[in-house]
């Protein structure tokens, strides 16, 4: 199986601030990498696919990048509505998702 | 509006058995992979199974750790999909949802979910 193990497990950032997220995978896999946002008792929305690709409707500040074995998501002027769990899933070999990173008002 | 909505979940005790629904709407359902998901505080999210379209004759596949005790099955003619849960155990707590996956691209809609409570 595919691992993917996100970092940090936390943030903490103002708004307005630029965050990244890093997920790495235990191994090289083609660019089916996805990233979701959760909010608490809500589903995970996706935000990015294919690794860079920007779900319809998401906000452009949200942006993927990386290939491999290393991904980024990148929130740019982060806003009051991003404090949320962000979440990495490959989906190129079954499915596996990242332990998650909250990000936190600072 | 792409829709799917989880039903059946509750508490059952250790060795039981539950049936979970997914029906969609507002979309070709026979024609979309669907992927059960379940997420707990002590596991993250963890992908459970998925079935894929008559194209690719329902082709189940699951996580090594549910396999032989769920099965994912679909009716395409009531568009729904359905996760059958046995042998319970208390490590199967979690909320349980069910997913619409756009083959090689996307996973584009999750259900609300439901939650399922293994606990004597």
């Known amino acids: 199986d595919i691992q993917v193990t996100q970092s940090p497990s936390t943030l903490s950032a103002s708004v307005g601030d630029r965050v990244t997220i890093t997920c790495r995978a235990s191994?090289?896999?083609?660019?089916?990498l996805a990233w979701y946002q959760q909010k608490p008792g809500r589903a995970p929305k996706l935000l990015i696919y294919?690794?860079?690709i920007l779900e319809s409707g998401v906000p452009s500040r949200f942006s993927g990048s990386g290939s491999g074995t290393e991904f980024t998501l990148t929130i740019s002027n982060l806003q009051p509505e991003d404090f949320a769990t962000y979440y990495c899933?490959?989906?190129?070999?079954?499915?596996?998702f990242g332990q998650g990173t909250k990000v936190e008002i600072k | 509006e792409v829709q799917l909505v989880e039903s059946g979940g509750g508490l059952v005790q250790p060795g039981g058995s539950l049936k979970l629904s997914c029906a969609a709407s507002?979309?070709?359902?026979?024609?979309?992979?669907i992927h059960w998901v379940r997420q707990s505080s002590e596991k993250g999210l963890q992908w459970v199974g998925r079935?894929?379209?008559?194209?690719?004759?329902?082709?189940?596949a699951y996580t090594a750790s549910v396999e032989g005790r769920f099965t994912i099955s679909r009716d395409d003619s009531k568009n729904t999909a359905y996760l059958q849960m046995d042998s319970l155990r208390p490590e199967d707590t979690a909320v349980y949802y069910c997913?619409?996956?756009?083959?090689?691209?996307?996973?584009?809609?999750w259900g609300q979910g439901t939650l399922v409570t293994v606990a004597s």
């Open positions: 997913t619409r996956h756009l083959d090689g691209v996307k996973t584009d809609c």
């Open positions: 507002g979309f070709l359902f026979s024609d979309s992979p």
């Open positions: 079935i894929r379209n008559k194209r690719n004759n329902h082709a189940t």
């Open positions: 191994e090289t896999f083609r660019n089916f």
């Open positions: 294919k690794a860079s």
């Open positions: 899933q490959q989906y190129s070999v079954y499915w596996t």
